[in-house]
């Protein structure tokens, strides 16, 4: 919806980051822009570097690209990483200084498993750096499918839109009255998000007992996953410390490399499709979402029940390890 309103055509870019969640460079397709992309920066955590922002934002304008927005997935997708808030803050400034919408992918706001890091919303750090309604477009993006409510099943999602004029908000009210409502039970579990039990209410205790338990479940496989991406030869995993999934690099063998061109596909998909074959395992190939060339990633969520994690890393070590010993150099 956002993107329909800020694209009018191919002259009309959006900053997404890459690694990114597919949906954004499908959208801004649809609509007929450009995507102008920024890297995230493996080598310290997934890091979103403003350098990064004003390098791709000129290359833009050189081509004759109007940047309109930029998109922040915070805690990330697929890479999983949480951003500090003097981050935050450089991301801010850059958003008003450039003119910019700041779109705040922000689904994954529960999902934090590291003691350091701590969730806080754009929109209450441009608050807190003094910028009112008046300063800054910013529009916030929720969804119930994440968190610790859906668990990628359940769907509705909702967005607070800010800093815009009567005028445009009354086109993106037209923009929204031209679908369908969502399933019902998409809408009651989106009013519950909103309106969780409180302190007090007689559900409360069950409640808070059942969030804990999922997020520190989440958490516990998190760092068992990661463990085991980084006791693999020739892979590295950055720390999950969000979202609900992990990105890990494979420095894959050039016979394997060689294999994959020959079955003309890329090689982090030809080492899925096997990994699949082999295991039943099912991981999206990192060329799925964009990666720094000549890398290769996989992304592999955490949602699996706890107590198949084991069985999982168990099929996954004998699979890596047979898989390096058939490609190696």
């Known amino acids: 919806m956002m993107m329909q309103l800020l694209i009018s055509s191919e002259k009309d870019g959006v900053l997404c980051p890459i690694p990114q969640y597919p949906l954004y460079s499908a959208s801004i397709a649809l609509h007929g822009g450009s995507l102008v992309p920024y890297y995230l920066d493996e080598a310290t955590g997934w890091g979103l570097e403003v350098s990064e922002l004003k390098k791709q934002l000129e290359d833009a304008k050189s081509k004759g690209i109007t940047v309109r927005s930029l998109v922040v997935i915070n805690p990330g997708n697929p890479t999983g990483q949480v951003l500090a808030d003097e981050n935050q803050r450089a991301i801010v400034e850059f958003c008003k200084k450039e003119n910019l919408v700041l779109l705040a992918d922000e689904v994954y706001q529960e999902n934090v498993y590291v003691e350091d890091k701590s969730f806080h919303s754009f929109k209450k750090v441009a608050r807190s750096m003094g910028y009112g309604e008046k300063d800054i477009s910013l529009v916030s993006f929720q969804s119930v499918s994440k968190g610790y409510h859906g668990e990628c099943g359940k769907r509705g999602g909702y967005m607070e839109v800010t800093g815009f004029s009567p005028d445009v908000r009354e086109q993106i009210y037209k923009v929204a009255s031209v679908n369908l409502c969502s399933n019902i039970s998409g809408q009651i579990l989106a009013s519950l998000v909103m309106n969780p039990p409180k302190v007090g209410d007689e559900s409360y205790e069950s409640y808070s007992d059942e969030k804990n338990g999922i997020l520190s479940s989440l958490a516990r496989r998190a760092k068992a996953l990661e463990d085991a991406f980084n006791?693999?030869?020739?892979?590295?995993?950055?720390?999950?410390?969000?979202?609900?999934?992990?990105?890990?690099?494979?420095?894959?063998?050039?016979?394997?490399?060689?294999?994959?061109?020959?079955?003309?596909?890329?090689?982090?998909?030809?080492?899925?499709?096997?990994?699949?074959?082999?295991?039943?395992?099912?991981?999206?190939?990192?060329?799925?979402?964009?990666?720094?060339?000549?890398?290769?990633?996989?992304?592999?969520?955490?949602?699996?029940?706890?107590?198949?994690?084991?069985?999982?890393?168990?099929?996954?070590?004998?699979?890596?390890?047979?898989?390096?010993?058939?490609?190696?150099?």
């Open 231 to 329: 006791s693999l030869e020739g892979v590295t995993c950055n720390k999950a410390e969000g979202a609900m999934y992990l990105f890990p690099r494979i420095h894959l063998p050039q016979k394997a490399i060689k294999a994959a061109e020959a079955a003309k596909t890329a090689p982090d998909a030809f080492y899925a499709k096997r990994l699949l074959e082999a295991t039943g395992i099912v991981v999206v190939p990192g060329s799925g979402f964009g990666q720094v060339p000549g890398t290769w990633h996989i992304r592999c969520t955490i949602l699996p029940q706890e107590e198949k994690i084991p069985a999982i890393i168990t099929r996954l070590t004998d699979f890596h390890q047979a898989f390096m010993a058939e490609y190696h150099d």
